[in-house]
Nanobody, 119 residues
């Protein structure tokens, strides 16, 4: 199995910054794409940002210009640098990965990390 370990969430004031990390562990796979999703109370889970192993990125309109997703291929770790945070960014952030194996594709979700933006 592919296991994801998330970290970096916490409480931050509006305008502040946080960096989330998501490390993929296991063996026998190659990352195709990793992404960050978030879900606030009463809302549907939405894609925040994604990045392919080759570095192609995609962002939700609500975070463009403020968030940056990156990946360290050697460490199989994805990061989400969140700047100029707003209260509406408050949510549980989930890491997701799609991987290739020699035989099939697979995917995995992280457990989620809470991000709270409040004064």
């Amino acid at each position: 199995q592919v296991h994801l370990a998330e970290s970096g969430g916490g409480l931050v004031q509006p305008g502040g910054s946080l960096r989330l990390s998501c490390a993929a562990s296991g063996s026998g796979f190659s990352i195709s794409v990793m992404g960050w999703y978030r879900q606030a109370p009463g809302t549907q889970r939405e894609l925040v940002a994604s990045i392919t192993d080759g570095g192609t990125t995609n962002y939700a309109d609500s975070v463009k210009g403020r968030f940056t997703v990156s990946i360290d291929n050697a460490k199989n770790t994805m990061y989400l640098q969140m700047n100029s945070l707003k209260p509406e960014d408050t949510a549980i952030y989930y890491c997701h990965v799609n991987v290739w194996t020699p035989w099939d594709t697979a995917n995995s979700w992280g457990q989620g990390t809470q991000v709270t933006v409040s004064s």
